[in-house]
């Protein structure tokens, strides 16, 4: 007995009911090419989503964070809030930039991988990891082939750094600050430095983080690299600057100093930051070439 063809108006209507019915097999949303993610929209994460906005004035960002709280400054600022947790596994991005601490998770390699699951293929990702990896404390001199730290908290920096491998630049960065953030404001704050007074600190200003990674995004270079501003400062120093700037001065009071066994910021000597590659591979340079100076200004 042969069989009876479906009228081909029927047979069409079948197939349009059965794709709308099969949503697991729609391929998924297209990324735009100048469009960003960045996880963790904190101090930093802000900063580097408004400098991509100047630069890239059409472009979509996203903003995921853990809770709302400040979803609503986000959106005064031009950007898409989320949270991490809703991010939609159908949609990319051609851009992926993580500056979530490791304070906030307890697997922070998979925190970074899961992601980096809203990268598009061949997109390019920035992590933002710290300089703190490194073993060196004998205040030589240090660029991305330095030994690494065999630290429970370097090795956790480290595993979230393997979760970007291939998949994007790693940068270390020096000690963050501005006029209000950083090693100084702690430590007037308290008025106690738990370290050596001549142990070197390696900084670097926000905005210059930021511009790092904004360039490290556009270079498309998928290595890691050293960011500091080159200069580091004793935290002697540190706090002399600080206390001799507009900012502090007519409140400030030079900390003591406390040198125990078990230094929690830092070692005896610390380290020196050699960020010639990024300068050279990136062609970033910081605004503010060094903390004092900075300071001295403000």
């Known amino acids: 007995m042969s069989r009876r063809r479906l009228p081909a108006a029927l047979l069409a209507a079948v197939t349009l009911w059965?794709?709308?019915?099969a949503p697991s097999m729609a391929p998924?949303?297209?990324?735009e090419p100048k469009d960003l993610l960045v996880v963790g929209a904190g101090v930093l994460g802000r900063r580097v989503a408004k400098l991509w906005r100047q630069e890239m004035p059409q472009a979509k960002v996203v903003a995921a964070t853990l809770t709302e709280a400040h979803?609503?400054?986000l959106r005064e600022e031009g950007l898409e809030p989320i949270l991490a947790s809703d991010l939609d596994k159908s949609r990319r991005f051609a851009q992926v930039v993580f500056c979530a601490p490791p304070s906030r998770s307890s697997d922070y390699g998979a925190a970074v991988a899961e992601a980096l699951a809203a990268l598009a293929e061949g997109g390019m990702a920035v992590f933002t990891s710290s300089a703190s990896v490194f073993a060196e404390d004998s205040g030589q001199t240090v660029d991305e082939?330095?030994?690494l730290s065999d630290s429970s908290s370097a090795q956790r920096m480290l595993s979230a750094e393997a979760a970007?491998?291939?998949k994007g630049a790693v940068?270390?960065?020096?000690?963050l600050y501005d006029l209000d953030r950083g090693p100084h404001s702690y430590w007037l704050k308290v008025g106690v430095v738990k370290g050596a007074p001549a142990g070197l600190i390696n900084l670097v200003h926000y905005d210059d983080a930021a511009s790092a990674v904004v360039k490290a995004l556009q270079a498309k270079i998928r290595e890691v690299f050293v960011v500091?501003?080159?200069?580091p400062l004793s935290r002697r120093e540190i706090c002399e600057a600080a206390v001799a700037s507009k900012r502090y001065g007519e409140k400030a009071t030079m900390p003591r100093f406390e040198a125990p066994a078990e230094l929690p910021m830092g070692g005896a000597n610390g380290k020196r930051l050699d960020a010639g590659k990024a300068r050279q591979q990136l062609g970033w340079q910081p605004r503010?070439?060094?903390?004092a100076e900075f300071m001295a200004a403000h």
């Open 228 to 231: 500091a501003d080159g200069q």
């Open 71 to 73: 979803h609503g400054e």
């Open 171 to 175: 940068l270390r960065l020096a000690g």
């Open 288 to 291: 503010y070439a060094s903390f």
């Open 18 to 21: 059965c794709t709308a019915r």
């Open 28 to 31: 998924a949303m297209t990324a």
């Open 164 to 166: 970007v491998a291939g």
């Open 145 to 147: 082939s330095g030994a």
